[in-house]
């Protein structure tokens, strides 16, 4: 027995009666780190007991920000058993010395009334004025209960942001991760190099036609499964390059990955391994193909150990116009970084020539994808082609300035997504993106520059509730609309932050600015334990200061062993009773409302029958628990959070 699996069974063995798996009370005992050495947090808490009641972001806090504890009392929902009533007063105190630094009362949320979202009621400390950096936790004396420590310091969340970034290193497919890169928990071979695998990757609709064979090797694996999809990759690869041209100083080049120390951020190392992945997608004539992967679902893990035959499905418009946006955006980017020069001229090329066989089709394809590669979904709509269409338009005239990429702007720019929802980019975030962009670009038409300035201005004040024009709209202070609480709902939040921070940058709402910042603020500190669940919904964040954070995904390599009903762990599957558990810094999909219409057992509670906040739980189980739907990541929703929380990076 390892010495990481029989710490993890001891561990087990003194949570085992006050865990309840997926609720608020399973954290995990600060300083314990599984797959990494313990940190001490300091004595000064010493008889002051945890409890999942009182939240705060678990990494913690810049010195000059808004700083909001959130004291929460279940009233429905699987802990609705589960009550709590502050006392009086709440300190926060110093956790070198157990000094008071504040003292106040909590303050009732709406009243005391019950939250429909989530089914709590709750109270709100306001400890803003406290702005020293040090350690910190905030205590109830009056039940001697206390929150997670955390930290204010002016870089607070940089390792943070290296580890998110760095969840991208562990999605390459065909490259090896090992030491001194991955550490022995994580290590695994390259990925899908073997025989009739990706180097020899064959056309699903012509298999056994040996000129067709291609080396369709490298990129990211999409999610939980290991295939890769171009139109899937559209929305990272859009995303991760704006969140590096709204702040590239929170990009470094020592995340640890082999390229590290090239003179080159780290964040468009990654960027660029999935570009050369979709170069290879391309066809001499400027099309694309589709998407590479598997006709059953992942074999075997690590990845590197299956040996599934892999096939591509060929040339689609949808994929030829999304090679021809990101290949202008890379293109952009990259000619702004000396030792990218060059690529960056190849990449404009490689975009017009994709831009030139897309606008030569009478009509877009929309069928391409039949599903024989597991599984269908990776067509997109005639209409969303055309919305691509203009943003690869965008980045085509800023790099070449030719007038009839403007014109195609000019002419459609209307029917792109910020134009058809509110909240400028909550949905499809590289189309409001890439319209403020063009904004910026020399030569853009004045009068087409102005419009998108004022509407988007004009969402900022139609749309209060994505934008941070009342924090009260939510116990939580990080309000979600009902019908966005669906598959993938924590891309959407990221991108109600990214959208308010958005509007800051492109001074949208200056009469607003301090509420746009708190807003995006409030969004993030949600994502750090600030939540029902007082969870970080990132993977196995101990090593980086969290107390509680995800322990389970639902993800190919990091599943347990389950026939049915019965499941038994792998040294991934779990980062409190596993060897291991999950590599770090991975955001799972979130909760869902009306999990039973997707598929989940209505026995499952949590998720099932929940509060949308609520429908949520750990599970790496496809069958019964179909925990794809809530609890899987994706290399889409990862970027939205990585941009989120880059923009507090300095």
Not at 12 to 36: D, F, Q
Not at 347 to 365: P, V
Not at 547 to 575: G, I, M, Q
Not at 577 to 595: D, F, H, I, R, W
């Amino acid at each position: 027995m390892t010495i990481g699996r029989l710490r993890a069974l001891l561990l087990a063995a003194i949570l085992a009666a006050c865990t309840v798996h997926g609720s608020a009370s399973a954290a995990l005992p600060e300083g314990v780190s599984p797959g990494h050495s313990s940190v001490s947090n300091g004595a000064a808490s010493d008889g002051v007991a945890l409890d999942a009641h009182i939240l705060v972001d678990q990494f913690g806090y810049r010195p000059g920000d808004p700083k909001v504890a959130v004291i929460r009392d279940p009233q429905s929902g699987y802990d609705a058993a589960d009550h709590f009533t502050p006392g009086p007063t709440l300190q926060v105190r110093r956790s070198s010395d157990g000094a008071v630094v504040f003292a106040a009362a909590p303050v009732a949320w709406d009243h005391g009334h019950r939250e429909d979202s989530s089914g709590d009621r709750g109270w709100w400390l306001d400890f803003s004025s406290v702005s020293a950096p040090g350690k910190y936790f905030v205590e109830d004396p009056a039940h001697s209960v206390r929150s997670a420590t955390f930290s204010i310091d002016d870089q607070v969340y940089r390792n943070v942001l290296k580890t998110t970034v760095r969840m991208y290193f562990y999605q390459r497919s065909g490259f090896a991760k090992s030491p001194p890169y991955t550490p022995l928990c994580w290590r695994d071979a390259a990925a899908y190099l073997g025989p009739g695998q990706d180097t020899q990757a064959r056309d699903i609709t012509d298999p056994d036609n040996a000129a067709k064979v291609k080396d369709l090797s490298g990129g990211w694996f999409d999610a939980g499964d290991t295939n890769k999809y171009v139109t899937n990759a559209i929305r990272p690869v859009h995303q991760l390059l704006s969140a590096f041209q709204e702040n590239p100083g929170a990009f470094t080049d020592d995340l640890g990955i082999p390229e590290s120390g090239n003179g080159i951020p780290d964040l468009l190392d990654e960027v660029r391994w999935e570009i050369t992945w979709l170069k290879k997608m391309q066809y001499p004539d400027g099309s694309a193909a589709l998407k590479v992967g598997a006709t059953q679902f992942a074999a075997a893990r690590p990845p590197g150990s299956d040996q599934t035959a892999r096939y591509y499905v060929p040339s689609c418009s949808s994929a030829t116009i999304g090679v021809a946006g990101m290949f202008a955006h890379a293109a952009v980017v990259f000619r702004g970084v000396p030792q990218l020069q060059e690529e960056a001229t190849e990449l404009q090329g490689r975009a017009i020539r994709a831009w030139q066989n897309f606008t030569s089709l009478k009509a877009a394809q929309t069928k391409c994808d039949s599903g024989a590669v597991k599984v269908a979904g990776a067509d997109l709509p005639a209409d969303e082609q055309n919305r691509q269409a203009v943003v690869a338009a965008v980045y085509l005239y800023a790099l070449t300035g030719t007038a009839a990429y403007q014109d195609f702007i000019r002419a459609n720019y209307r029917h792109l997504r910020p134009y058809q929802d509110f909240g400028w980019s909550r949905y499809n975030p590289e189309q409001g993106d890439a319209l403020l962009f063009y904004t910026t670009v020399n030569g853009a038409d004045v009068r087409l520059t102005a419009a998108i300035r004022a509407d988007e201005a004009r969402d900022v004040h139609d749309s209060h509730q994505v934008y941070g024009a009342d924090q009260a709209d939510d116990l939580y202070r990080n309000f979600l609309h009902p019908p966005q609480y669906h598959w993938g709902s924590n891309e959407v939040r990221a991108d109600y932050g990214n959208t308010n921070m958005q509007a800051l940058s492109y001074h949208a709402a200056p009469d607003a600015e301090a509420s746009l910042r708190t807003r995006a603020l409030d969004t993030l500190h949600y994502f750090h334990g600030v939540n029902p669940f007082a969870k970080v919904y990132l993977s196995n964040m101990y090593a980086d200061g969290a107390t509680n954070s995800v322990n389970e995904l639902y993800h190919a390599w990091f599943r347990a062993d389950c026939k049915w009903l019965y499941c038994t762990n792998s040294r991934w599957t779990d980062a409190v009773t596993s060897e291991c558990g999950p590599a770090p810094g991975y955001l799972p999909g979130g909760p869902v409302a009306n999990v039973v219409a997707q598929g989940v057992p209505a026995s499952l509670v949590p998720p099932a029958g929940q509060p949308p906040q609520k429908g949520y739980r750990e599970s790496t189980r496809d069958n019964p628990d179909h925990a794809y739907v809530f609890n899987e990541p994706s290399i889409v929703y990862q970027a939205a959070y990585v941009e989120l929380v880059s923009k507090f990076v300095h």
